[in-house]
């Protein structure tokens, strides 16, 4: 709890113009999709593309504007732990359309 | 009216089994007895102030250590109820509903309430108290974790009396946990239990790694950190990747089932395999999760009992990080036999082969630290002593199932069923159980009886070879997993028979720790030393049981196995005594709104089993006014006057 006692320093967790902006990104960018998939505007591998377009950029979104990616004292930190983050996702996505494709006729 | 409430009562509560209504009636006398002995001895507010509200790690981990112990208990009677039935051929003992839903509970519990809440019942004990630190960094959570645990873990137990239990496995695979074939509350319980406690673990491994990164006492660089720490780290960092895929998995399943969509249906585009891809994804990591904190708790009580510093430290650090990134890697060897590419059956085998590796590096570290020490066999040891012959079978027979082309035979069978146990009983049961010997005493501040401690070894140790060798063999002669009963004719007779008497040694060997502590609270060889095992990291250097505030002066690291080199340099004369300078101590402060707010998530579980909406809104809006409320209290912290801590460290015989 030592640490504590230096509270109130420059803890700057991003400002309110910040987060408007990023919740009103995340919310366009959750339609999008939606009426993509919803109006059948596009082919089926173009609606795919496009969905997962949209949901990379909502991570990149939530990375920056909610978790603050860009501060803290020791960036070295987030950069490898976005890093093991990032194998990890590629793994789940890419593990499972390679295991599981082989039975899709 | 009257009628519809008897309609009600008879599907809400389970009825129809004698044992049934044996637990009924158990629970209902002793909820009766625990109201009571709380009201004579007027014991409510003590209840309320030092265990409900706590945010003191110590406390939060005997919680978690009683409430593992619990889990224990149930999960063992199941194991119990099992064997019993498949004792001789042709039990009518359970029916095969009954035994469905009874090797389901066994498995879940096991995991997910016993040996989850055990090992986080060792961070909490251990951790802070090693690095030096004075709580975890986020006490708050930390209590929120374990009564989120704590509430997800009852929701799930009391699945039996009420409602119905989940009989799907304890994986929950689809299309048999859907709601086609699976109606009624049971698969629900299992999906909230799960997840309610789910987010309490992924809590509790945030919590840690930041604790570790960042409230090591100074001058304790990550490479002189005890290894049991590290241990902790490498757990705890697959904790935060793999949990998320385990609470989307369940969170689809619900979905499925609640609201009729179609990610792991037979039909609508739905494919059940991916479940299983899915929940694997987290399955493997997680039993590297349980079992790396045992190692190094292995590793901590080798280099204690055997006086000998740690041989390789830093492979022993670097093989547990690499166990913590490879553990993402071998998901599919628990559906080789689903069928899929040649291509990837090779990867997925070769990678299971090689997370072995880091494992035996382990093991012959162990081995060569005791190497020429002078090892003492107390309780501690013994259980490790016993770990190292077990793991190494276990270890052998997991290669055995990666070999894919050999594990079409195995699959499923009981040669599995040996395999698994071995490696969670034989790693993680005997290494938990080895760390609550080892870290005991400075909890409680006595040491637990030696003697019924050994009667309890080897019951345990001896019943689990004697349970566990004969079910390879019947794996062999073709026994699958999940059977409820066989015929004569198989030939399986005498080897369950010889199976379920080893299952009864394991349970009384139980029977003589549970003895064991009951009677050393009172005549338990006391700790005035605060060091009784002559240890070596920083733990040992205050009092037993430990003061709220752990350290009266935060120390300051200069090697690794710090305190050990203070005794040393004390022996020799060496040692230079630094004025100790007492400063007010920042503590955080109690609060009961963890406690409220798992109740209202409680109620959340509740409402979405048995699909009462209305009661699952009334537990979100509890959840969020919890969130508001905390997020407005300013006053959550005060100041230990110096004055306290040296009336408090006088009373435990230190003066500073």
Known sequence: MAQHQNHGGHHSHGSMKEYVIGFILSIVLTIIPLVLVMNSILSKTATMIAILVMAVLQFVIQLVFFMHIREGEKPRYNVQTLILGLVIVFTIVAGSLWIMLFNKY | ?656
């Open chain 2, 1 to 656: 009216m009257w009628e519809n409430i008897k309609d009600f009562a008879s599907t809400f509560f389970v009825t129809g089994d004698p044992l049934i209504y044996g637990a009924d009636v158990s629970i209902v006398l002793s909820m009766v007895a625990i109201v009571f002995v709380l009201t004579k001895y007027k014991k409510w507010g003590w209840l309320w102030r030092e265990w409900l509200t706590t945010v003191d790690h110590k406390r939060i981990g005997i919680m978690y250590l009683i409430a593992s112990l619990l889990m224990l208990f149930r999960g063992g009677v199941d194991a119990l109820l099992m064997r019993l039935q498949l004792a001789f051929p042709n039990v009518e003992f359970l029916n095969s509903d009954h035994y469905n839903a009874i090797f389901t509970t066994h498995g879940t519990i096991m995991i997910l309430f016993m040996a989850m809440p055990m090992m986080f019942a060792l961070f909490n004990m251990v951790v802070p108290l090693q690095l030096g630190a004075r709580d975890v960094a986020y006490p708050f959570l930390n209590a929120l974790s374990f009564w989120l645990f704590m509430l997800g873990a009852m929701l799930f137990n009391i699945s039996f009396v009420i409602g119905g239990s989940p009989d799907a496995g304890w994986l929950s695979y689809p299309p048999l946990s859907q709601n086609e074939f699976s109606p009624g509350p049971g698969q629900n319980f299992y999906i909230w239990g799960i997840q309610i406690s789910g987010i309490g673990s992924l809590a509790t491994g945030i919590n840690f790694i930041v604790t570790i990164l960042k409230m090591r006492a100074p001058g304790m660089k990550l490479y002189k950190m005890p290894l049991f720490s590290w241990s902790v780290l490498s757990s705890c960092i697959m904790i935060i990747f793999a949990f998320p895929i385990l609470t989307v998995t369940l969170a689809l399943l619900f979905l499925d089932r609640f609201a009729g969509a179609h990610f792991f249906t037979m039909d609508g585009g739905g494919n059940p395999m991916m479940y299983l891809n899915l929940i694997w994804m987290w399955g493997h990591p997680e039993v590297y999760i349980v079992v790396v904190p045992a190692f190094g708790i292995f590793s901590e009580i080798v280099a204690t009992f055997a006086r000998k510093t740690i041989f390789g430290y830093k492979s022993m650090v670097w093989a547990m990080m690499v166990i913590a990134i490879a553990s993402f890697f071998t998901w599919a060897h628990h559906f080789f036999t689903m069928g899929t590419s040649a291509s990837v059956i090779a990867f997925f085998a070769i990678s299971t082969m090689i997370i072995g590796i880091p494992t035996g590096v382990k093991v012959f570290n162990w081995l060569f630290t005791m190497y020429r020490g002078r090892i003492s066999f107390q309780q501690p040891m013994l259980w490790t002593i016993a770990f190292i012959p077990c793991f190494v079978i276990g270890g052998a027979t997991g290669v055995m199932l990666a070999v894919a082309p050999a594990d079409y035979q195995y699959h499923n069978s009981y040669f599995l069923v040996a395999h698994f146990h071995q490696v969670l009983i034989g790693g993680v049961v005997f290494g938990y159980l080895a760390g609550i010997y080892y870290w005991w005493p400075k909890l409680f501040g006595f040491k637990l009886d030696e003697k019924l401690g050994k009667w309890g070894f080897w019951f345990w140790n001896i019943g689990f070879y004697v349970c566990f060798m004969p079910q390879y063999a019947l794996g062999f002669m073709g026994m699958t997993r999940r059977y409820y009963t066989y015929g004569w004719d198989r030939g399986w007779a005498d080897m369950n028979l010889v199976s379920t008497v080893g299952a009864f040694m394991m349970g009384i060997g139980f029977i003589f720790q549970v003895w064991q502590i009951a009677y050393s609270i009172k005549h338990g060889e006391r700790d005035t030393t605060g060091d009784p095992w002559n240890g070596r990291t920083l733990e040992w250097s205050i009092p037993s049981p430990a003061p709220f505030y752990n350290f009266a002066v935060v120390p300051e690291v200069k090697e690794a196995d710090d305190w050990w080199a203070t005794k040393q340099a004390k022996a020799n004369g060496t040692y230079k005594e630094q004025p100790a300078k007492l400063e007010p101590i920042h503590m955080p402060k109690n609060s009961g709104i963890p406690f409220i707010m798992a109740n209202f998530w409680f109620l959340v579980g509740f409402g979405f089993t048995f699909g009462w909406v209305w009661m699952a809104v009334i537990g979100f809006i509890g959840v969020f006014a919890c969130m508001w409320a905390r997020s407005f209290q300013y006053d959550t912290d005060y100041y230990v006057p110096v004055e306290e801590v040296r009336r408090t460290e006088a009373s435990l015989g230190r003066v500073v």
